[in-house]
């Protein structure tokens, strides 16, 4: 215990990470159930006392699955994996790695304690004249440091990938993994300085010694949008690149073929890299945009699709004439590219300039977005923890409950997000805390509320999973914990308290 | 030998502007009558709602008939056991 | 790469698909972006937690806003505190109302009756009760009946939320 915590091995701080974000991940979503929950009936059901309560609690969400879920479980598995595909005997810098892993609980707490109500966005002048301190000092203290720290883990990566491969091996024979770990990482180091720098204005705009985005002041609120957007809408890229790899992953193993097509892989991650910077301002077409801006963004929007087709392309050719097995990880897998699909299709809805009038801000958004992150990322991740959970338990999971957790969420997800979409073009405004009592709105959140405990209880055989397989779980096989007829990973890098 | 026939898939754009270029002329004959959003934009999203489900249908046909058929457990995979690479075979 | 072709033919689809889906969208777009000269100007301002609506004549309405249906407006939308968003769904209208500018859309509402009026982006504590009333009016040359049209395109939920 104590040596885990102290350690600065890529093994140790890779298990920090995935505990760290697992646990984000059912409190965080314990936050969402709260607010579905309430969303049950129209009218004050009580489970959340007042409207204010209900916007801190959907902030912290929001804040929590993005920066404490998807972004450290990334680092987590990353760590595990980076230095061993690269055959060198750690990360480049061990310390910076330690560091940057132990200003995420701090960060965490600043988040949790504050309990801002901002939204994540924390658009001004909201976030200025009104938002209530200290939380929302707290809430940008919070992710100043998480983007300290993901930016520090960012350097780590791409050293050790470019200048402590083996170099016997090339960049072009490494797995699509790396590529996605690569191509995230200096993503990261290119997007996030932009709202470092926002969240800086920010405060002295709350201090009152400033008025960048004040207007009472001759600030322009739309130009902390455009810093924002700016990091954030690569940063959906970055949320959602590491669980691409993960799918490049595991698809050709289980399918029992190699990938269809390794050079497409490289090239559509590179593309989304570089194309991803060109279309954020597709967030604020309700802001006042002209029709030329809003053109340019669209087609930058655009631009980005066929990178992500050319992965579901690859992905189903790879399992075209193979011998796949099911097990719990490939069905995560495959379950996160049908919603992927999804969520696709309704981003290219999005972007559709007049149709902004139907979805912008509703709860068509909500449900889009959380196809990507519940849906793709989400399922990706759970999936590729239950493929490493031999390496990091040296025990076997229970795949029978692992698969029933796979249908719960699976329908349970399609139930909430699928539904939520209807919502939004029946005009019901995200971030309230109430609706309109009248039909189909009632049905259709009810829908939405009963996916939402169906995946709630997806997420309790989850975690009695983990937990009971960790203490109790069969040995694992090591040489081919799957029986897919290959070498798994280098478990004996789990071992490294000597 | 290059093949140029893929050059024809740029006609598929140009056709489809041209197409565009006339409902737009045949919209405009109606200039007494101020255009209404609502309808323009409903109209939008209901055509672009046949284009996604019918790619949505293919898409998912596809996966549907994938998971289906190269499942471990088919019949057609029982015999024959497929050569599973290497682990160096990707890398 | 042998396998190359098929995939060069499917990027061309998905780029196709892509081509129409921008080109349709710029081209309704474009229809939709200016408004008529002739068109009345109603200026819009919203604020914690209510709308304001300020006629061409001069004349103010608090939560309810009056139109007569066929008459093109454009509304000039500003904030005096935060940003807010004027939404009528039923007419699938929206813009930012954002302090310190003023935006503007424009519409001709083409039914008659009650409808709603929302915010739609985040204000703080009663967001989610941020509404108004939007009576559209038949035009005085038809007697002024109120014929309260059911939308064919928009899902409704306007007329009940305003009577509400």
Same mark, same amino acid.
């Given at each position: 215990?104590?040596?885990?915590?102290?350690?600065?091995?890529?093994?140790?701080?890779?298990?920090?990470?995935?505990?760290?974000?697992?646990?984000?991940?059912?409190?965080?979503?314990?936050?969402?159930?709260?607010?579905?929950?309430?969303?049950?009936?129209?009218?004050?059901?009580?489970?959340?006392?007042?409207?204010?309560? *209900?916007?801190?609690?959907?902030?912290?969400?929001?804040?929590?699955?993005? *920066?404490?879920?998807?972004?450290?479980?990334?680092?987590?598995?990353?760590?595990?994996?980076?230095?061993?595909?690269?055959?060198?005997?750690?990360?480049?810098?061990?310390?910076?790695?330690?560091?940057?892993?132990?200003?995420?609980?701090?960060?965490?707490?600043?988040?949790?304690?504050?309990?801002?109500?901002?939204?994540?966005?924390?658009?001004?002048?909201?976030?200025?004249?009104?938002?209530?301190?200290?939380?929302?000092?707290?809430?940008?203290?919070?992710?100043?440091?998480?983007?300290?720290?993901?930016?520090?883990?960012?350097?780590?990566?791409?050293?050790?990938?470019?200048?402590?491969?083996?170099?016997?091996?090339?960049?072009?024979?490494?797995?699509?993994?790396?590529?996605?770990?690569?191509?995230?990482?200096?993503?990261?180091?290119?997007?996030?300085?932009?709202?470092?720098?926002?969240?800086?204005?920010?405060?002295?705009?709350?201090?009152?010694?400033?008025?960048?985005?004040?207007?009472?002041?001759?600030?322009?609120?739309?130009?902390?949008?455009?810093?924002?957007?700016?990091?954030?809408?690569?940063?959906?890229?970055?949320?959602?690149?590491?669980?691409?790899?993960?799918?490049?992953?595991?698809?050709?193993?289980?399918?029992?073929?190699?990938?269809?097509?390794?050079?497409?892989?490289?090239?559509?991650?590179?593309?989304?890299?570089?194309?991803?910077?060109?279309?954020?301002?597709?967030?604020?077409?309700?802001?006042?945009?002209?029709?030329?801006?809003?053109?340019?963004?669209?087609?930058?929007?655009?631009?980005?699709?066929?990178?992500?087709?050319?992965?579901?392309?690859?992905?189903?050719?790879?399992?075209?004439?193979?011998?796949?097995?099911?097990?719990?990880?490939?069905?995560?897998?495959?379950?996160?590219?049908?919603? *992927?699909?999804?969520?696709?299709?309704?981003?290219?809805?999005?972007?559709?300039?007049?149709?902004?009038?139907?979805?912008?801000?509703?709860?068509?958004?909500?449900?889009?977005?959380?196809?990507?992150?519940?849906?793709?990322?989400?399922?990706?991740?759970?999936?590729?923890?239950?493929?490493?959970?031999?390496?990091?338990?040296?025990?076997?999971?229970?795949?029978?409950?692992?698969?029933?957790?796979?249908?719960?969420?699976?329908?349970?997800?399609?139930?909430?997000?699928?539904?939520?979409?209807?919502?939004?073009?029946?005009?019901?405004?995200?971030?309230?805390?109430?609706?309109?009592?009248?039909?189909?709105?009632?049905?259709?959140?009810?829908?939405?509320?009963?996916?939402?405990?169906?995946?709630?209880?997806?997420?309790?055989?989850?975690?009695?999973?983990?937990?009971?397989?960790?203490?109790?779980?069969?040995?694992?096989?090591?040489?081919?914990?799957?029986?897919?007829?290959?070498?798994?990973?280098?478990?004996?890098?789990?071992?490294?308290?000597? | 030998?290059?093949?140029?026939?893929?050059?024809?898939?740029?006609?598929?754009?140009?056709?489809?502007?041209?197409?565009?270029?006339?409902?737009?002329?045949?919209?405009?004959?109606?200039?007494?009558?101020?255009?209404?959003?609502?309808?323009?934009?409903?109209?939008?999203?209901?055509?672009?709602?046949?284009?996604?489900?019918?790619?949505?249908?293919?898409?998912?046909?596809?996966?549907?008939?994938?998971?289906?058929?190269?499942?471990?457990?088919?019949?057609?995979?029982?015999?024959?056991?497929?050569?599973?690479?290497?682990?160096?075979?990707?890398? | 790469?042998?396998?190359?072709?098929?995939?060069?033919?499917?990027?061309?689809?998905?780029?196709?698909?892509?081509?129409?889906?921008?080109?349709?969208?710029?081209?309704?777009?474009?229809?939709?972006?200016?408004?008529?000269?002739?068109?009345?100007?109603?200026?819009?301002?919203?604020?914690?937690?209510?709308?304001?609506?300020?006629?061409?004549?001069?004349?103010?309405?608090?939560?309810?806003?009056?139109?007569?249906?066929?008459?093109?407006?454009?509304?000039?939308?500003?904030?005096?505190?935060?940003?807010?968003?004027?939404?009528?769904?039923?007419?699938?209208?929206?813009?930012?109302?954002?302090?310190?500018?003023?935006?503007?859309?424009?519409?001709?509402?083409?039914?008659?009756?009650?409808?709603?009026?929302?915010?739609?982006?985040?204000?703080?504590?009663?967001?989610?009760?941020?509404?108004?009333?939007?009576?559209?009016?038949?035009?005085?040359?038809?007697?002024?009946?109120?014929?309260?049209?059911?939308?064919?395109?928009?899902?409704?939920?306007?007329?009940?939320?305003?009577?509400?």
């Amino acid at each position: 215990m104590w040596e885990i915590l102290f350690s600065t091995h890529h093994t140790d701080i890779g298990l920090l990470y995935i505990y760290l974000s697992t646990t984000a991940f059912i409190i965080g979503g314990a936050l969402a159930i709260g607010i579905r929950s309430e969303l049950f009936l129209p009218g004050n059901q009580g489970i959340i006392p007042d409207s204010n309560t *209900f916007h801190r609690i959907f902030t912290v969400h929001g804040t929590n699955m993005l *920066f404490f879920w998807l972004i450290p479980f990334a680092s987590g598995i990353g760590n595990y994996l980076i230095p061993i595909m690269v055959r060198y005997k750690d990360m480049a810098w061990p310390k910076l790695n330690a560091v940057a892993f132990w200003m995420l609980p701090v960060s965490m707490a600043l988040v949790w304690l504050g309990f801002a109500d901002t939204t994540w966005n924390a658009y001004p002048p909201y976030s200025i004249i009104r938002a209530p301190g200290p939380a929302a000092e707290m809430w940008i203290f919070g992710l100043k440091i998480a983007g300290i720290s993901s930016v520090l883990g960012a350097i780590n990566f791409v050293v050790t990938i470019l200048k402590m491969k083996h170099p016997d091996l090339p960049l072009m024979k490494t797995p699509l993994f790396v590529w996605a770990t690569l191509v995230t990482s200096l993503m990261i180091i290119v997007a996030m300085p932009t709202f470092a720098a926002a969240l800086i204005m920010l405060y002295t705009d709350r201090l009152g010694i400033s008025g960048f985005f004040n207007p009472a002041m001759g600030g322009d609120p739309i130009a902390y949008q455009h810093l924002f957007w700016f990091t954030f809408h690569p940063e959906v890229y970055i949320f959602l690149i590491p669980a691409v790899g993960t799918a490049y992953e595991l698809i050709p193993k289980f399918s029992r073929k190699p990938i269809f097509s390794y050079g497409s892989g490289v090239i559509a991650f590179v593309m989304l890299a570089i194309v991803g910077f060109a279309s954020w301002a597709h967030h604020m077409y309700a802001t006042g945009m002209s029709f030329t801006e809003k053109t340019v963004f669209m087609v930058g929007t655009l631009a980005a699709v066929p990178a992500s087709a050319m992965h579901i392309f690859n992905w189903i050719a790879t399992m075209w004439g193979g011998r796949i097995k099911f097990a719990a990880p490939m069905a995560f897998t495959v379950g996160g590219i049908v919603l *992927f699909f999804f969520a696709g299709a309704g981003g290219i809805v999005n972007t559709a300039m007049p149709l902004d009038f139907l979805t912008h801000d509703s709860y068509w958004v909500v449900g889009h977005m959380h196809l990507f992150l519940m849906g793709m990322i989400t399922f990706g991740f759970i999936g590729f923890l239950y493929y490493m959970f031999p390496l990091i338990t040296g025990r076997m999971y229970n795949e029978r409950a692992a698969m029933i957790q796979f249908w719960l969420m699976f329908v349970g997800v399609s139930m909430i997000f699928l539904t939520q979409h209807v919502l939004g073009l029946y005009g019901q405004p995200r971030r309230t805390f109430d609706y309109i009592p009248v039909q189909p709105l009632i049905i259709l959140n009810q829908i939405s509320t009963v996916g939402a405990w169906i995946t709630a209880a997806g997420a309790a055989v989850f975690i009695a999973n983990l937990i009971k397989s960790t203490v109790s779980g069969k040995p694992a096989n090591m040489e081919d914990p799957f029986k897919l007829g290959e070498q798994y990973y280098d478990y004996a890098r789990r071992e490294p308290h000597h | 030998m290059v093949s140029y026939s893929k050059l024809a898939l740029f006609l598929i754009p140009v056709v489809v502007l041209f197409l565009l270029d006339v409902n737009s002329a045949f919209a405009q004959e109606s200039s007494k009558q101020y255009m209404s959003a609502r309808i323009e934009i409903w109209a939008l999203f209901y055509r672009l709602m046949v284009v996604a489900f019918v790619i949505g249908a293919v898409v998912m046909g596809t996966i549907t008939w994938v998971v289906w058929r190269f499942r471990e457990s088919h019949p057609k995979n029982k015999g024959s056991i497929t050569p599973s690479r290497s682990e160096g075979a990707h890398h | 790469m042998g396998h190359a072709t098929i995939e060069w033919v499917y990027v061309g689809v998905v780029i196709a698909v892509l081509v129409y889906v921008g080109a349709d969208a710029w081209n309704v777009e474009k229809m939709l972006t200016d408004a008529p000269p002739e068109a009345k100007v109603i200026k819009v301002t919203g604020q914690q937690w209510f709308w304001t609506f300020e006629h061409e004549d001069g004349t103010q309405e608090i939560g309810e806003l009056h139109l007569v249906k066929g008459v093109p407006y454009r509304f000039e939308v500003t904030s005096r505190d935060v940003i807010h968003s004027f939404n009528t769904p039923d007419f699938a209208m929206m813009i930012d109302a954002v302090p310190g500018r003023i935006n503007t859309i424009w519409f001709a509402p083409d039914q008659s009756g009650q409808f709603l009026i929302q915010c739609r982006e985040y204000c703080g504590f009663s967001h989610y009760q941020m509404r108004a009333k939007l009576f559209v009016e038949e035009p005085t040359t038809s007697g002024g009946k109120v014929t309260n049209a059911s939308a064919d395109l928009t899902p409704s939920i306007g007329a009940t939320a305003a009577a509400s």
